[in-house]
């Protein structure tokens, strides 16, 4: 990747790995299923399984979305 790509890109992998297991961790916390989780956002479960795992760079509506399906505040969810 060039410079002027990495520019247009960017990607925190250590910081998406840590709001996944924050989501995870609060998920599993509310006995709520990924599956549950993903049609609660309108997204596929696979695609919450990816970003527990810190895999997609998602987008701050995506994490507002999942934190109102877990009734708490986005803020929670960051570390």
């Known amino acids: 990747m060039t410079n002027e790509e990495k520019k247009k890109y960017y990607k925190d992998d250590n910081l998406l790995l840590k709001i996944g297991k924050n989501i995870r961790q609060i998920r599993i916390t509310k006995n709520i299923t ?46």
């Open 34 to 79: 990924q599956e549950y989780l993903a049609n609660e956002c309108g997204t596929a479960y696979t695609q919450v399984n990816r970003m527990e795992l810190g895999k997609v760079n998602f987008t701050i509506s995506q994490l507002y979305r999942i934190a109102a399906v877990l009734n708490i505040q986005a803020k929670e969810l960051l570390p």
